[in-house]
């Protein structure tokens, strides 16, 4: 499986954006999708996910903000980003887990939020 992710810029607090991250290869074999934030001199952190079934999750620091959806093929994964913060200045990484708990990663793409 190798994921692509895309969509990061600059944008203005109360902005908006939306992040996109395709998969290819076994994607059947997914059972967990979503994305991690690194923000710097910071670990990484779990910002949302989308089961094979479609239930999401969000971490509570997004929730209300952030919607996680995909395409109706499962190939592409969305991030929508609404009311922006500078605290979410970050690189997000998409990431997903397979039946065998293999975790994939894709490339990160940049977020800045000016104030």
């Known amino acids: 499986v190798q994921l692509q992710a895309s969509g990061g810029g600059l944008v203005q607090a109360g902005g908006s954006l939306r992040l996109s991250c395709a998969a290819s290869?076994?994607?059947?074999?997914?059972?967990?999708r979503g994305w991690y934030r690194q923000a710097p001199g910071n670990q990484r952190e779990w910002v949302a996910s989308?089961?094979?079934?479609?239930?999401?999750n969000y971490a509570d620091s997004v929730k209300g903000r952030f919607t996680l959806s995909r395409d109706n093929s499962r190939i592409t994964m969305y991030l929508q980003m609404n009311n922006l913060k500078p605290d979410d200045t970050a690189i997000y990484y998409c990431?997903?887990?397979?039946?065998?708990?293999?975790?994939?990663w894709g490339q990160g793409t940049v977020v800045t939020v000016s104030s």
């Open positions: 990431y997903a887990v397979s039946t065998g708990r293999q975790p994939y």
């Open positions: 290869g076994n994607i059947f074999s997914l059972v967990v």
């Open positions: 989308i089961t094979s079934g479609g239930s999401t």
